[in-house]
């Protein structure tokens, strides 16, 4: 039989879904203190020996995370882990990686979430105004105020990293008539994107680009990538929203170039050290607005997530292809962000 580990919480939700799958599975079940089980009883990770995994989100800042990566790493019989992330650049999954005859999958399913995410921050700041927010007395029947909106349809998006997140924020600012560039270490055609270049053209595009999305993953390449130089190469009515790694944004550069007032503004959803600190001042910042990594937490998520962990159990189970597999070469490299 099968012997799959997950948390207790992930059980609770994914087992009357996989009790009625055509072959049965045994579970290794990891609680909230940390500690294995099978069938209710306690078992050492030496004696776990699981063939396979998912890692839910619910670990991703549990105190037992290592010790849940522990277990999976510990296992001779480990062949295959399922992530709930987009990114496989996490410490835990380079652990992983670093075994012989390992498959990792990942997730997509966060990408409709974040696309919205990223068009809501765009309207909200197009149409609004976030760094202006209206005032009580724009509420006042006797304050009949006008603004002018910024629009969409005409504008001129760069969104780095265009995998399966930059394609669907792609689509989305397509459908509002923005020109889209897209920027991957592999160009060439693609139907939600004008244009898709390498890396190595990313400042060619960024003097006309009038919002900037980042959707990359953590790499060598990618850490500091918007430091002073960068952001000074932007224009200075443009918006910046990053979706992809916190490491990509040289923190003290921004808020300098925010002040000089190039760009205009940032939507933030991910930072360097998480929770983003109390005393950081991306936090009252009037030309910042932050969210808490919860770009791809929508009612649709966790639906979209549950059906390809159910969909990918059964492939293994049928020794079939597995969707989202990542080359265990790139999780090393680590290239194998969001």
């Given at each position: 039989m099968t012997r799959i580990q997950l948390t207790a919480t992930a059980l609770d939700r994914l087992r009357p879904r996989l009790d009625v799958l055509a072959q049965p599975l045994d579970y290794v079940v990891m609680d909230k203190s940390g500690v294995l089980r099978i069938d209710g009883r306690e078992v050492t990770p030496e004696e776990?020996?699981?063939d396979c995994g998912f890692v839910s989100n619910d670990l991703f800042f549990a105190p037992f995370q290592m010790a849940y990566i522990d277990a999976l790493v510990a296992s001779p019989a480990l062949e295959w882990v399922q992530s709930c992330g987009a990114g496989?650049?996490?410490?835990?999954?380079?652990?992983?990686?670093?075994?012989?005859?390992?498959?990792?999958?990942t997730n997509h399913s966060q990408a409709v979430g974040i696309a919205e995410y990223v068009m809501w921050g765009v309207l909200d700041h197009f149409q609004i105004g976030a760094a202006q927010p209206i005032q009580p007395a724009e509420q006042d029947p006797s304050g009949w105020i006008r603004r002018r909106a910024r629009e969409i349809g005409g504008t001129r998006w760069l969104i780095l990293g265009f995998g399966a997140i930059g394609?669907?924020?792609a689509q989305r600012a397509k459908a509002f008539g923005a020109h889209v560039t897209g920027v991957r270490r592999t160009p060439g055609p693609s139907a939600f994107a004008d244009a898709v270049?390498?890396?190595e053209r990313i400042f060619d595009m960024l003097g006309d680009s009038d919002v900037v999305v980042l959707c990359m993953p953590q790499?060598?390449?990618?850490?500091?990538?918007?430091?002073?130089?960068?952001?000074a190469a932007m224009k200075p009515?443009?918006?910046?929203?990053?979706?992809?790694?916190g490491g990509a944004i040289d923190d003290a550069a921004l808020l300098a170039a925010l002040d000089a007032g190039q760009p205009e503004y940032a939507l933030?959803?991910?930072?360097?050290?998480?929770?983003?600190?109390?005393?950081?001042?991306f936090w009252k910042h009037p030309r910042i607005t932050v969210t808490a990594h919860t770009s791809a937490v929508t009612t649709g998520w966790d639906m979209r997530l549950d059906d390809l962990v159910v969909d990918n159990i059964s492939r293994y189970l049928a020794d079939e292809p597995l969707r989202n597999e990542v080359p265990i070469s790139d999780i090393l490299r680590g290239r194998a962000g969001p």
């Open positions: 776990a020996r699981p496989l650049d996490h410490p835990m999954f380079v652990s992983l990686a670093r075994r012989d005859d390992i498959r990792l999958t394609q669907a924020v270049v390498p890396p790499t060598p390449e990618t850490i500091n990538l918007v430091d002073a130089h960068f952001l009515s443009a918006m910046l929203v990053n979706v992809g790694r933030l959803d991910v930072f360097r050290i998480e929770p983003l600190p109390a005393d950081h001042p």
